[in-house]
């Protein structure tokens, strides 16, 4: 794992003048809004979600295999977070309170903010459970936006129906349609609402969970797998 982060690090140019690579920054992810301004290495990893900083040098990490992760870097000021965003973290707000956090503690003004969403699971494959809609419609008015129904004819309940007929509790009708989630949407929608431009909001495009020959999945290799490594950084102004 060393040996390949030292590649990452190589290839991104992370490196001081004696060769030696960044420190590189991680957060204890637990599924929250909680974020950490730091200004250098941790001894140990901070429990939280998302990271800030003004200090050059350093780099910001996210690990992800389905969940969002959202760079955004302050142009002018030279700051920059990054943030690791699964649902729960989602109806937390915890890029929206990011961006808060960056205007807060360094000044950023959203004009001058440039983000990037990176690869994670898309609608296409991300079903959820009522549950999680009912969260999302209590914290935000657009949410019906969000979410779709869709009526997955290969399901086996579908193609074989005389499979369920004597397993169902009596009263017990048709099981429905999935509920599909667009994380990507409403971590977009949370940039937007915290003053980032559109223009200035990028999505790199592919689903983890479509694509496991390029992406880690959580979901679609049932938890055995790696982890993407998101990261963010500022280049000392001599080096610029």
Known sequence: MERNRRAFLTALRAMDANGEPWPLLEVRQI??????????????PLAGDGLITNAPALLLAIKTADCVP?????IKRRVVGAFHAGWRGTVARIVEKGVGEMRRQFGSLPRDLR?????????CCYQVGPEVRADFESQFSYAGDLFEEVFDSNAIHVRYPLLFLNQRAP?????GPEIHLDLVEANRRQLKDAGVREQHISVIEGCTTCDTARF???????????????VIG???EQSA
């Open 234 to 236: 500022i280049r000392p």
């Open 31 to 44: 599924h929250s809004a909680i974020m950490h301004r730091v200004d250098a290495a941790a001894h140990e």
């Open 216 to 230: 880690f999945s959580h979901r679609a290799e049932f938890g055995k797998t790696g982890r993407m490594m998101a």
């Open 171 to 175: 009263g017990h009708g048709d099981l």
């Open 115 to 123: 983000a990037v969403i990176g690869p994670s699971i898309r609608r």
């Open 70 to 74: 959202v760079l955004v870097a302050d």
